[in-house]
């Protein structure tokens, strides 16, 4: 299973011990910063998600020599609107790789 953390940080005074931290994936500031195409004629337009101030975090304290316990703190100061996958559905996907090679006339959905 892989676990997808923002950063691990490990204790200085115990060498086992380290904290992962996580963000909401709605909080402003957390994003992905997407670098436009100096020409502006190949500029697209994306989807974004809407972000919060809402201090969404959590750690997790795990300690390697002894994994049957877990220190977790987390803050949440907003109630937001929840989570949207705002990624393209897989059979979107396939679509556009078959029709990528077309020119746009013949492209007919
Ligand atoms: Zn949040």
Redesign the pocket.
């Known amino acids: 299973m892989s676990i997808s953390f923002k950063k691990k940080q490990k204790s200085r005074g115990n060498e086992s011990v380290a904290v992962y931290t996580f963000y909401?994936?709605?909080?402003s500031g957390e994003q992905t910063k997407h670098k436009l195409n100096e020409d502006t004629s190949k500029q697209r337009a994306h989807m974004t998600m809407e972000r919060?101030n809402?201090?969404?975090w959590m750690h997790i304290t795990l300690d390697d020599e002894n994994l049957e316990t877990a220190v977790i703190r987390m803050t949440?100061y907003?109630c937001?609107h929840p989570y949207l996958d705002i990624s393209i559905l897989p059979e979107i996907a396939q679509e556009i790789e078959r029709l990528k090679d077309l020119s746009a006339a013949k492209v007919c959905i």
């Open positions: 909401c994936a709605q909080l919060f809402c201090d969404g949440h907003q937001h």
